[in-house]
């Protein structure tokens, strides 16, 4: 069973870099493709960004300038990192991995609320 779980800090103040560590268990980050999504208060998933297998990178065009998502395979996580942020960035945010058929994600973590403020 493929378990993820998010860590990092609660709150980071604007202009800040947000930097969240996702750990996992049951499965290595040297296969499939881990993601990073985050949920508005009161609104649906946004993607954000993907790093695969061979640890080659995609991010979501509104997000791309100011993230970055990187792995360490000794300790079988995967990490982002969100700079600039302003309040519009508070939100829930989950690491996941895709499902093999692309559609998807099978397995999540429990999500960590991350709010920005001064």
């Known amino acids: 069973q493929v378990q993820l779980q998010e860590s990092g800090p609660d709150l980071v103040k604007p202009s800040q870099t947000l930097s969240l560590t996702c750990t996992v268990s049951?499965?290595?980050?040297?296969?499939?493709?881990w993601t990073w999504i985050r949920q508005h208060p009161g609104k649906g998933l946004e993607w954000m960004g993907v790093?695969?297998?061979?640890?080659?990178?995609y991010y979501s065009p509104s997000l791309m300038s100011r993230t970055s998502i990187s792995r360490d395979t000794s300790k079988n996580q995967f990490n982002l990192q969100l700079s600039s942020v302003t309040p519009e960035d508070t939100a829930v945010y989950y690491c996941?991995?895709?499902?093999?058929?692309?559609?998807?994600?099978?397995?999540w973590g429990q999500g960590t609320q991350v709010t920005v403020s001064s």
């Open positions: 790093i695969r297998y061979d640890a080659s990178t």
């Open positions: 996941a991995r895709e499902r093999d058929s692309g559609m998807g994600w099978d397995y």
């Open positions: 049951g499965g290595s980050i040297t296969t499939g493709y």
